[in-house]
DNA sequence: TGGCTGATGCCCT
DNA sequence: GGGCATCAGCCAA
């Protein structure tokens, strides 16, 4: 219900934007596959790769609506008071879910196989009728690009923090 | 309700 | 060695 896109040229706030390292090698990878990084000594987010090999560009997870497993989730976050609050984060949903660097970073997410599950047994909910679009949050270079989307009046999104600089996209 | 801060370790200069 | 695509708890108002 939420996501930021990073790009492969012209954003400086991308992992991708000094080439390929060991770290970001898997963002220049084949697209469909998970990208995990480590962050501030104790958090890990998820981003999806999203374009074709050789090229960088990723879209950073940062709220899911849980349609499945509660239980799991409210036992590895505790401290969630409500439903809402358990993956409306792209800290948070790693954890309710169970992603780690160690075991889920390079992992490809097109296969039934895959150990992260994506609508393994679900058929895909109705698109949204409209998008929020505003920019991304916690960075400080390009930080003016409109690259933050989210589900409109979704309560499971991280902070509905609309800006003079979101816009709306419909249908 | 909103702002500040400590916790904590990888990554790249 | 400094910065970091975060979070929870605390405090003031």
Redesign the pocket.
Known sequence: VEV?A?LGENDL????A?GI????RV?FGPPGHA?V???????E?L?LVAEPEGQAG?V?I?ALEPLDGLESMRRR?P??KRDV?LMN?????TLAMGIR?ADHNGCDLTVKSSPIAVMRDRKAPPPAEEIVVTP??????SADLPLRFFVRNCPYV?AIRTSAKSSVIKG
């Not at 706030?13 to 991708?16: E, G, I, T």
């Not at 990084?37 to 958090?43: A, C, D, L, P």
């Not at 984060?89 to 949903?93: A, D, I, R, T, V």
């Open positions: 930021e990073y706030a991308a992992h991708s000094r390292t060991p770290r970001t963002i990208y990084y480590f962050i501030y000594g104790m958090y987010c981003n990723c950073l940062r976050r401290s969630a609050d984060g792209p800290g948070k949903l660097r991304r949050i916690g960075i400080n270079v991280s």
